[in-house]
Antibody, heavy 126, light 107 residues
């Protein structure tokens, strides 16, 4: 059974840092793109970042570029999100999810997120 | 960035009803469109990927259609467990944007 378990969330002051972790099980972690998605309290979903299987490609939403870093350690079976210079608007539940490729018209790309963790809450206080 | 707009934002329906939720993209991208269901306090659950493909384990009363800029999620016969919030999401280009959500409530 595929499982993803996030940890590392908590209450942090504005300007502070946290490192979120995601522990996968039930699949070969090193074979999949991984992603982080967040959800502010009472709001919708926002994609944050993706990382390729070997860590060679990373993509971020503009609002976190330069402050957040996605990484992975395939030997330790772990996904991370280092979040620095935290702002009040970063307060959210952060989900990790497994990515699947989708090919259409000769073009293949990261297509969808098929398994999600339960999320970890980051609260930024001012 | 590609903007995703869902309609309606909320919807009241009864068990047994047929329900349709629409999602419109600000630019065309073939079928790189996914649908998720989310219940309060829970993680999103993938229902449909690539516009019309039913994710494994999802009941067949859920279906998706569309291509280009206009997409639809249909629930053929509403069940009590279907009352939730639904999101569309494009995966054609980063940032992978979501619609604002459609809250499906019991009438």
């Amino acid at each position: 059974e595929v499982q993803l378990v996030e940890s590392g969330g908590g209450l942090v002051q504005s300007g502070g840092s946290l490192r979120l972790s995601c522990a996968p099980s039930g699949f070969t972690f090193s074979s999949y793109w991984m992603t982080w998605v967040r959800q502010a309290p009472g709001k919708g979903l926002e994609w944050v970042a993706n990382i390729k299987q070997d860590g060679s490609e990373k993509y971020y939403v503009d609002s976190v570029k330069g402050r957040f870093t996605i990484s992975r350690d395939n030997a330790k079976n772990s996904l991370y999100l280092q979040i620095n210079s935290l702002r009040a608007e970063d307060t959210a539940v952060y989900y990790c999810a497994r990515g699947r490729l989708y090919c259409s018209g000769g073009r293949c790309s990261l297509g969808y997120f098929d398994h999600w963790g339960q999320g970890t809450l980051v609260t930024v206080s001012s | 960035d590609i903007q995703m707009t869902q309609s309606p934002s909320s919807l009241s329906a009864s068990v047994g009803d047929r329900v349709t939720i629409s999602c419109r993209a600000s630019q065309s991208f073939s079928t790189y469109l996914n649908w998720f269901q989310q219940k309060p306090g829970k993680a999103p659950r993938l229902l449909i990927y690539a516009a019309s493909n039913l994710q494994s384990g999802v009941p067949s009363r859920f279906s998706g259609s569309g291509s280009g800029t206009d997409f639809t999620l249909t629930i053929s016969t509403l069940q009590p467990e279907d009352f939730a919030t639904y999101y569309c999401q494009q995966s054609y280009s980063t940032p992978y944007t979501f619609g604002q959500g459609t809250k499906l409530e019991i009438k």
